[in-house]
């Protein structure tokens, strides 16, 4: 296989749902999971799409990744906060159904907010926000490892948090703003990218373990480690290392479950906001804000001609919208390790 084909994504929905079914997740987990990291491949996150699925099964089949949603406990429920221990369930599943419990106190109230402790691997966060948007609502999530230090501190040398990304998804008159920032200068997956390519990274962004800025990817990768700089790098990080701090709060702070725990398993901290317009100024006046906001930002001068100014998440809805209608074009490699993966299961091919 050298070239990259195309597939329709309900093809993609049901070959991915079997294999999660095949592996021992509930349906409703495969459901979920498979939605979630298809809407990521759809985006344009090709790091955070179907390439985790092989990750995720794998997981299971090692045991250290559950797929049963009886799994996932909800601690408690006030109607407008709430709090879950994903019981290291796949993150998919638990942050879904946090969202669908803050959406249920955001219609119901106002604002819903809703907090999950130890859950798998999460996935793209921009891959959660849309289903929220077309319903009118305000939604956003952080998120947090407590078992992992990848970030040094501003100022600092050693890796002390993980990226810490905050998404948000919010309603206009046309298509929603869907904006995923983590509060690190670049992402571990960028790095481990440009050191399989042999390649230095665009801008000096990590720490090497002697306190020395590197643009070289092996720098992050010793013994001791390196560390990837806070957003913002080393004039300005102290921006990024501040809401770093914020972000970890948000998500194992209100968790009661963080880095002095010690956990020694991944296991996601994730809080899950969201907001009903319509208890406020109201839903109409609030995309005719939006909206504007956005075409105000769209008509500005761009630097570049050739490359006019852009809202976030834009890009990733034009490729999703393209890849609906022609088909989702997947990598030879990754249709290979699905392929791989469905042999395991004794399922049928993608590729067939």
Sequence with gaps: MTEARRYD??????????????????????????????????LGHRTHGLNLVSRYIGGMRAGQVKASASLLEQVSDSGISALFDGHYVLGPYCVSRA??????????????????????????????????????????????????GLV??????????????IAAGIPTGGEPILLDVSMSTVT???????????????HPVLMS?????????????TTPPGSILPLGGREFGHKGFALALL?????????????KDAPDQWGASA??????????????????????????????????PERPVRLPGQTGLKLRKHALSEGLSLAPQLVDELDQLAAQLQLPALSQ
Excluded: W
């Design 9 to 42: 994504a309900q093809t993609l929905t049901t070959f991915v749902e079997q294999l999660f079914e095949t592996a021992g997740a509930d349906s409703e987990v495969a459901r979920v999971v498979t939605r979630v990291l298809l809407e990521g491949e759809l």
């Design 99 to 148: 969202l669908d419990c803050a959406a249920k106190g955001a219609t119901q109230q106002g604002i819903g907010i809703a907090v999950v402790r130890r859950a798998a691997h999460i996935g793209c966060l921009a891959a959660y926000l849309k289903p929220f948007t077309d319903r009118g609502l305000v939604a956003m999530v952080y998120s947090s490892d407590p078992s992992v």
């Design 152 to 165: 040094c501190a501003h100022g600092g040398i050693d890796p002390i948090y993980t990226p810490n990304p």
């Design 188 to 202: 571990l997956g960028l790095v481990g990218q440009c050191r399989e390519a042999g390649r230095t990274l665009p």
């Design 209 to 221: 373990n002697d306190g020395q800025l590197s643009d070289d990817p092996g720098d992050f990768f």
């Design 247 to 259: 972000v970890e709060a948000l998500t194992s702070g209100l968790a009661g479950h963080g880095r």
């Design 271 to 304: 809080t899950a906001v969201v907001i009903d317009p319509r208890f406020f100024g109201g839903l109409e006046a609030f995309t005719a804000e939006t909206s504007f906001l956005g075409q105000l930002i769209l008509a500005s001068r761009p630097v570049d």
